[in-house]
C-alpha cells in the first residue's frame, strides 16, 4: 500500500495536482481521501476554504465524494469557521488586538471618522470596523487582505481626507496588515483530524 502511495503521490505532483482552480479543489480532497493521502487531504481540505460549501459551489465534484469524505471536510471547514471567529473578535478588539492601533488611545478619533461622535477615545473608525465586520475577510486568503485594507482606506480617505487615518497608516498601517495577515494564516491552519470511525 505504501509503494502505491508513493507513485500516486509522485504522479500528483507530476501533474501539479495539488495546485486546483476553483471547484476542481473539493474533487482532488474527494480522490485524495478515497486514496488515504493523508498530507494531500490536508491540502486539499485548506485549498477548499478558498471556495462556497454549497450545491452551486461543489457542482459536479459532489459526484466524487464518498463514504465519510464530505462529513469529515464539512466538520473541518466548521473548525476553521470556529478558529476564523475567535479570531475576527480579536482582530476588532480596539483594546488588545491589531486594530489598537484604530483606536486613538493617545488622542480621540475624529468625530467624522467614527460612529461614535461623542466619546471617541478607546473607539475604532468605521471604515475600520466595516471592513473587519465584512462577510469577505473570512474568505479571503491571507494575501488579498491588504488590497481589501488599501481600497477601504483610500474610500475612506477620498471621502474625509482623514489627517487621523492618514497618519495612523503610514506610521502602522503596515504592522497592522502583517498582524491580521498572520491572524487569517493561523484560522486556516487547523489541524486537519479524521473522526472516529473515519478512514484510518
Given at each position: 500500500?505504501?509503494?502505491?502511495?508513493?507513485?500516486?503521490?509522485?504522479?500528483?505532483?507530476?501533474?501539479?495536482?495539488?495546485?486546483?482552480?476553483?471547484?476542481?479543489?473539493?474533487?482532488?480532497?474527494?480522490?485524495?481521501?478515497?486514496?488515504?493521502?493523508?498530507?494531500?487531504?490536508?491540502?486539499?481540505?485548506?485549498?477548499?476554504l478558498d471556495h462556497s460549501m454549497t450545491f452551486d459551489g461543489l457542482g459536479e465534484a459532489l459526484r466524487s465524494f464518498e463514504g465519510r469524505a464530505l462529513r469529515d471536510l464539512l466538520n473541518f471547514r466548521h473548525c476553521c469557521s470556529a478558529h476564523l471567529d475567535k479570531c475576527m473578535k480579536l482582530f476588532s478588539d480596539p483594546s488588545n488586538g491589531p486594530s489598537r492601533i484604530w483606536a486613538g488611545s493617545s488622542y480621540p478619533v475624529p468625530s467624522f471618522c467614527s460612529s461614535q461622535p461623542d466619546n471617541n477615545l478607546g473607539s475604532l473608525p468605521t471604515w475600520v470596523k466595516n471592513?473587519?465586520?465584512?462577510?469577505?475577510?473570512?474568505?479571503?486568503?491571507?494575501?488579498?487582505?491588504?488590497?481589501?485594507?488599501?481600497?477601504?482606506?483610500?474610500?475612506?480617505?477620498?471621502?474625509?481626507?482623514?489627517?487621523?487615518?492618514?497618519?495612523v497608516h503610514a506610521l502602522q498601517g503596515e504592522t497592522f496588515c502583517e498582524e491580521i495577515e498572520k491572524g487569517l494564516m493561523q484560522a486556516r491552519n487547523v489541524q486537519y483530524t479524521f473522526f472516529e470511525g473515519g478512514i484510518l
Open positions: 500500500m505504501v509503494a502505491v502511495q508513493c507513485l500516486i503521490r509522485a504522479e500528483v505532483s507530476r501533474r501539479g495536482l495539488l495546485s486546483p482552480k476553483g471547484i476542481e479543489a473539493f474533487r482532488v480532497y474527494a480522490v485524495a481521501y478515497r486514496l488515504r493521502l493523508l498530507p494531500e487531504i490536508t491540502t486539499t481540505a485548506r485549498l477548499t471592513l473587519l465586520a465584512s462577510s469577505d475577510i473570512p474568505t479571503l486568503k491571507p494575501s488579498r487582505f491588504r488590497g481589501e485594507y488599501l481600497k477601504a482606506l483610500q474610500g475612506h480617505l477620498n471621502k474625509k481626507d482623514c489627517h487621523f487615518c492618514m497618519k
